[in-house]
């Protein structure tokens, strides 16, 4: 069967909140997903469709069903590390997958299923995988989720919070790695999400038909064009693909060596304090987009600009009283308030890295 063409990621007009949104989470999955929410027509699924087509190629341990990574044992499923107890092992190489979840998909359908019959009368775990299975290390997209049953929701937003997906049933029990970047999207005049929902999306992106003319005849343009000649119309983009490809892997590479400091952290929970932010979820949001930022532009400390640009994401659903009105939480206003936040602290000790962190550097400066 023909591989589907894919119009480029970087070929996309405008949405560069939208475009931003994704591109951190390709960076770093820890993130926790992107909620983008707008009207029809507004490149919501080709943009998830897009960056999943820019993630490299990653190595699978090549008899696995779950695609896992043959250099992270301690996240490997049940059936790896009881076949893989020796240490040896065949790697091969796959594409990243693109998995779309339908609306109608069930419980079974997402997190799978357990033979009991057959574990009872012959001792085998014989387990039938999911969607969570099929999106192990890649994109899970799903389309107008304010429509899908809350309860599948919750298991999607655990599993893309646990990085696995554990399946029990009468005593007996199967995991497996479930770690994937999760995309949701929906149209607001098809009704919203409960607010427990949206808090558990990391990011979330409001987006609107562009009003410039000048981009809305560049989207007639690139579309015809790709409908004309889809295949010459991603030659023409395959050099900017690449280099957009390119720095993505360079900064999943980087990432997690980005550092920050006490004050950083002060000021993102001074920040979020001010807004009267619930809970403690946004904080962390913003540290990690932060850090996801600061090694998207090649830089190993995050600054200021790199705590706006996600807070800019991690916010606007997570305000009281004005969830996604687009004016809530701008660039220039977070700005603001992060300046008054750091003018009343302290100078105290706010220059020197927290111990967690150094201790988290020093492990990852120990690993293979």
Same mark, same amino acid.
């Given at each position: 069967?023909?591989?589907?063409?894919?119009?480029?990621?970087?070929?996309?007009?405008?949405?560069?909140?939208?475009?931003?949104?994704?591109?951190?989470?390709?960076?770093?999955?820890?993130?926790?997903?992107?909620?983008?929410?707008?009207?029809?027509?507004?490149?919501?699924?080709?943009?998830?469709?897009?960056?999943?087509?820019?993630?490299?190629?990653?190595?699978?341990?090549?008899?696995?069903?779950?695609?896992?990574?043959?250099?992270?044992?301690?996240?490997?499923?049940?059936?790896?590390?009881?076949?893989?107890?020796?240490?040896?092992?065949?790697?091969?190489?796959?594409?990243?997958?693109?998995?779309?979840?339908?609306?109608?998909?069930?419980?079974?359908?997402?997190?799978?299923?357990?033979?009991?019959?057959?574990?009872?009368?012959?001792?085998?775990?014989?387990?039938?995988?999911?969607?969570?299975?099929?999106?192990?290390?890649?994109?899970?997209?799903?389309?107008?989720?304010?429509?899908?049953?809350?309860?599948?929701?919750?298991?999607?937003?655990?599993?893309?919070?646990?990085?696995?997906?554990?399946?029990?049933?009468?005593?007996?029990?199967?995991?497996?790695?479930?770690?994937?970047?999760?995309?949701?999207?929906?149209?607001?005049?098809?009704?919203?999400?409960?607010?427990?929902?949206?808090?558990?999306?990391?990011?979330?992106?409001?987006?609107?038909?562009?009003?410039?003319?000048?981009?809305?005849?560049?989207?007639?343009?690139?579309?015809?064009?790709?409908?004309?000649?889809?295949?010459?119309?991603?030659?023409?983009?395959?050099?900017? %693909?690449? =280099? !957009?490809?390119? &720095? +993505?892997?360079?900064?999943?590479?980087?990432?997690?060596? $980005?550092?920050? /400091?006490?004050?950083?952290?002060?000021?993102?929970?001074?920040?979020?304090?001010?807004?009267?932010?619930?809970?403690?979820?946004?904080?962390?949001?913003?540290?990690?987009?932060?850090?996801?930022?600061?090694?998207?532009?090649?830089?190993?400390?995050?600054?200021?600009?790199?705590?706006?640009?996600?807070? %800019?994401? =991690? !916010?606007?659903? &997570? +305000?009281?009283?004005?969830?996604?009105?687009?004016?809530? $939480?701008?660039? /220039?206003?977070?700005?603001?308030?992060?300046?008054?936040?750091?003018?009343?602290?302290?100078?105290?000790?706010?220059?020197?890295?927290?111990?967690?962190?150094?201790?988290?550097?020093?492990?990852?400066?120990?690993?293979?």
């Amino acid at each position: 069967m023909a591989k589907r063409a894919v119009f480029p990621f970087t070929a996309i007009v405008g949405q560069e909140r939208m475009k931003r949104a994704l591109i951190l989470n390709a960076v770093s999955p820890r993130i926790g997903g992107v909620l983008i929410r707008g009207e029809r027509g507004t490149a919501k699924s080709t943009a998830a469709r897009a960056l999943a087509a820019l993630l490299p190629d990653m190595e699978v341990v090549a008899d696995c069903r779950f695609s896992c990574d043959p250099n992270r044992p301690d996240q490997w499923c049940d059936d790896c590390r009881e076949r893989h107890a020796d240490g040896v092992l065949a790697v091969t190489i796959r594409r990243t997958p693109f998995v779309d979840l339908p609306v109608s998909a069930t419980e079974d359908r997402v997190v799978g299923t357990l033979d009991i019959e057959q574990a009872i009368q012959k001792g085998e775990k014989h387990f039938e995988p999911g969607v969570l299975a099929s999106a192990n290390r890649g994109l899970l997209y799903v389309d107008e989720v304010n429509l899908l049953d809350d309860h599948v929701v919750d298991l999607l937003l655990d599993s893309a919070a646990m990085g696995v997906n554990i399946v029990e049933r009468e005593g007996i029990s199967f995991s497996h790695p479930a770690r994937f970047i999760l995309v949701g999207t929906m149209n607001p005049e098809e009704g919203d999400l409960r607010p427990q929902l949206l808090d558990r999306f990391a990011f979330s992106v409001n987006i609107t038909g562009l009003k410039d003319a000048t981009q809305r005849v560049q989207i007639m343009e690139r579309r015809l064009a790709f409908e004309v000649s889809p295949v010459e119309f991603q030659e023409e983009w395959a050099s900017s %693909e690449k =280099a !957009l490809s390119d &720095r +993505i892997s360079r900064a999943q590479g980087m990432v997690n060596k $980005v550092r920050y /400091s006490r004050r950083d952290l002060a000021s993102i929970a001074g920040l979020t304090a001010a807004l009267n932010v619930d809970g403690h979820r946004a904080d962390l949001v913003i540290l990690r987009g932060a850090q996801a930022h600061a090694a998207f532009h090649g830089r190993d400390r995050i600054t200021d600009e790199d705590i706006v640009l996600a807070a %800019e994401l =991690a !916010l606007p659903h &997570r +305000i009281k009283g004005r969830m996604f009105q687009d004016t809530a $939480v701008s660039a /220039s206003e977070l700005e603001d308030r992060l300046s008054e936040v750091q003018s009343d602290m302290g100078d105290g000790d706010m220059d020197g890295e927290p111990q967690e962190l150094q201790q988290q550097q020093s492990d990852v400066k120990k690993k293979p």
